[in-house]
């Protein structure tokens, strides 16, 4: 199906989110989109996908002007969008999500569901246990329960939203291989993102996006220089990595074993000092987040110790480890991180030691103010979390932050941020490691891994190597350990 938008515009206030972007998309594209955090790629999907109407410009689908008032009119005409956050219900059945908006609804009977499913899952090369419940899938399996269900239900267009944060490389592999199968039986795949590296790889064709206009187009090959310029106006380079010179032990773990599902760890050892930075590297659903949450008082420890500056905290709850030092920032932004509905001032207010009964609203504005400038949020106080762009829901997540936090436990701190962005928000966050605090973080991402991380864990299937030399630790090396291969 082709796709023509035409003068697109689209306005938030003073905001010009969308500013007359026209852009056309032949049946069979794998379309790159391309841009800084906030340049419009999101809204420019949304309106195409029917969850925001334009204020202005058409949209034409095989020649033809079509209106799209909601997603579901989207889906009826072929178009379908696969989102940052998954748009799903884990306490349901893999079935279940997938009946959603189905025609018959829940009175389609299991039998024709996992036929007409198992047709097309052998097209399109995806296996999904039907009875699984979401919660237990990792974020590739509950991206895969999204895919699916847009093809069963009929997507022709197919839009996919910065897809590859916090899945492995095996899983973004698999996931190319499955869209470029798509695209060979003429989909329309539009695929947004920031990782300059993703859209060489998989694109046929890339638009870039800055400050809501559309300022270049491009077809393989592609020069990196060009696309960097056409994006940020000057080349953008992450610098030397600097080393750190440990200081006293912040957190010591001893022989501490968590638990949750299928992942156990047991026997870790670890401790943290002042200015270090570890880097949890693994498969998707391989037990950082455990360790995490274990260290942010999250998830009790099922034996073993967890000291914190000389105190013991294992099985307290976790605000008496934020009281101790202790800052946590999790993967899911709008699920555990944010709060929709509430602006950017109640977020800072909530962050804050409240000394009386009355809320001062002016303060929390000015302390929203300052750190939207310090972590360069583009919003205002006003903004409430669901309204931001998802890279500056990531930056507003990390702006929560208490600036005094020594121990600060970060799941995918960059996830959706663009290279500048990435850059911005890690000097920050040396900045305050470099105060005497310290940093635990996952990431998907090795070349993140390897170059911000002083010392590296690696997980596979529960068991965790020791502790890694970033500093001499290749891309190779941490790929095939993450594979399950010995240290």
Known sequence: MEVQLLDIRKHFGPIKANDGISLSVPAGTIQGILGENGAGKSTLMKILSGFQPADNGSILLDGREVAMKSPADALRLGVGMLHQDPLDFPAMRVADNLLIGAPGGIRLHRSQLRASLAEHARSVGLALDLKADVSSLTVSERQQVELMRLLWLGARVLILDEPTTGISAAQKAELFSTLRRLAERGKTVIFVSHKLEEIQELCTRVAVLKQGRLVGEATPPYSVRQLVNMIFEREVTPGARAACAPGGPILKLSSLAVERGRIRLEGLDLEVR???????????????????????????????????????????????????????????????????????????????????????????????????????????????????????????????????????????????????????????????????????????????????????????????STPLDADSTSVEELGRLIGGGSV
Not at 298 to 325: C, D, I, S, W
Not at 329 to 353: C, M, N, S, Y
Not at 377 to 386: C, D, F, H, K, L
Request: charged residues 25%; aromatic residues 8%; proline residues 4%.
């Open 274 to 464: 002042e200015t270090e930075t570890i880097g949890l590297a693994g498969m998707e659903g391989s037990g950082q987040s455990l360790l995490l949450k274990a260290c942010a008082g999250l998830l009790p420890p099922v034996e073993g110790r967890v000291t914190m500056l000389g105190q013991e905290l294992a099985g307290k709850p976790y605000h008496y480890f934020k009281r101790n030092g202790v800052a946590y920032v999790p993967a899911a932004r709008l699920e555990e991180g944010l709060i929709a509905g509430l602006t950017l001032t109640d977020h800072f207010l909530l962050t804050q030691r409240k000394p009386g009964f009355f809320i001062d609203r002016e303060k929390g504005r000015s302390i929203a103010q300052e750190r939207i400038a310090e972590f360069n949020i583009r919003g205002t106080p006003s903004n409430t979390a669901e309204s931001l762009s998802g890279g500056n829901q990531q930056r507003a997540l990390l702006a929560i932050m208490k600036p005094e936090a020594k121990l600060m436990l970060l799941e995918h701190p960059t996830r959706g941020l663009d290279i500048e962005s990435v850059i911005y928000v890690w000097r920050k966050l040396k900045e305050r490691c470099n105060a005497g605090g310290a940093i635990i973080f996952s990431s998907s991402d090795l070349d993140e891994l390897l170059r911000y991380s002083d010392r590296i864990l690696v997980f596979f299937a529960g068991r965790v």
